[in-house]
């Protein structure tokens, strides 16, 4: 039984059983998590039990069972009401499980070539021909990031950064971040369909203790502007890569910060965020990282002091702000499982 809390609502998801199969579906090395069951605390005094699929990583999507309560059911009954469901759920996905996976004695550079080959299907399927081809555009700087993987010696207790431009600008973000390592693998104008795209790429080279995610260009007020709806599908798409990866390595959802130059979307930006924290309530090893209110004045307008000439790219003091908020936050997810281990 494992138990999943994230500290920034009332939501609880609690009481997980997990069960598990090898899935060519995502083709990872060994065993994968399916699916999960238990009860969810959807406000004080309610729950309801819920099933949370794993089977197919980019569509990582929970299911309530509607008019079902447990609040009156004795604490045994309930256990034993979820082992009798994950027994079922095992029958229904065993048509899919396969042999185990190649033994750990495999050749290594054979078996990222596998994984990552699997992954870019699961986030290319995510994407229409349009947007596979503007995410292509960024292949080059793909190609640079990893001669970078070649190069650089990291520890496994790094903490991996992903995403776009305030990423791949952040030069002194193992300063900010200090004592963890990082391995800044940021690039461009990244939107999260381009990440779905590439994140096998970027993520499976590297072991971390955590992941840190931030992308920003989704909803910049163009023509090529994404719904929230369809964003939502790309972040779940990273978790999984990520998840598959390390599966213990907790991952942190950055939240888009409001910004001079992009002023006029902040609403549906809002309603981007509102998404991403949705999204680390509901999973299990992912939180969010709250920022924008730290950029923005009493009249709730992004302070212009905190960024570039551009309005757009945060300078050193809006880093230092950035660092100091992201730092608090893993250190309040890893601090826990460091003393754990101890």
């Known amino acids: 039984m494992v138990s999943h809390r994230n500290d920034q609502s ?5 009481q997980y059983a997990a069960g598990q199969v090898s899935d060519r579906s995502t083709n990872m090395n060994g065993v994968v998590p399916v699916f999960a069951i238990g009860n969810q605390v959807t406000r004080p005094g309610k ?9 197919y990583g980019t569509r990582i999507t929970p299911f309530r069972l509607p008019h079902f309560s447990t609040n009156n059911m004795p604490r045994q009954h309930q256990s034993h009401l979820i082992c009798r469901l994950l027994v079922l759920l095992a029958l229904i996905v065993g048509s899919n499980a396969t042999q185990p996976l190649a033994s750990v004695a495999q050749d290594k550079t054979a078996k990222a070539e596998k994984n990552s080959t699997s992954s ?14 503007a995410a292509q555009r960024w292949e080059n700087d793909i190609e640079k990031l990893e001669k970078r993987d070649q190069l650089e010696d990291a520890t496994e207790d790094a903490v991996l950064l992903i995403g776009s431009s305030s990423i791949r600008l952040w ?15 940021g690039y461009g104008g990244a939107k999260y369909s381009d990440l779905a795209h ?30 929230v709806a369809d964003v939502e599908k790309w972040v779940r798409s990273v978790i999984g890569v990520a998840q598959g990866h390390q599966p213990n390595a907790p991952i942190l ?19 981007l965020n509102a998404m991403l ?27 212009r002091d905190l960024f570039r000439g551009d309005m757009l790219h945060q300078n050193d003091a809006g880093y230092q702000r950035w660092g100091s908020l992201i730092k608090r936050r893993l250190d309040e997810v890893l601090e826990p499982q460091l003393a754990s281990q101890s």
Do not use: C, M
Request: charged share 20%; glycine share 4%.
């Open 10 to 14: 009332n939501l609880r998801v609690s």
């Open 47 to 55: 729950t309801a039990l819920s099933i949370v699929d794993f089977r």
């Open 120 to 133: 870019d299907e699961v986030g290319n399927a995510l994407l229409t021909a349009d947007q596979l081809a």
């Open 171 to 185: 030069a002194n973000a193992a300063e900010g971040l200090a004592p963890y390592p990082v391995i800044n693998r």
């Open 198 to 227: 590439y994140a096998p790429r970027l993520i499976e080279p590297h072991s971390f203790q955590a992941a840190v995610v931030f992308v920003a260009n989704d909803i910049v007020g163009g023509t090529s502007d994404h719904a």
């Open 253 to 271: 959802l950055v939240e888009v910060t409001p910004t001079p130059s992009r002023l006029k979307v902040w609403a549906e930006t809002r309603r």
């Open 277 to 303: 924290r949705e999204v680390a309530l509901t999973l299990p090893g992912v939180y969010f990282v709250a920022t924008a209110e730290f950029y923005l004045d009493a009249d709730d307008q992004p302070r």
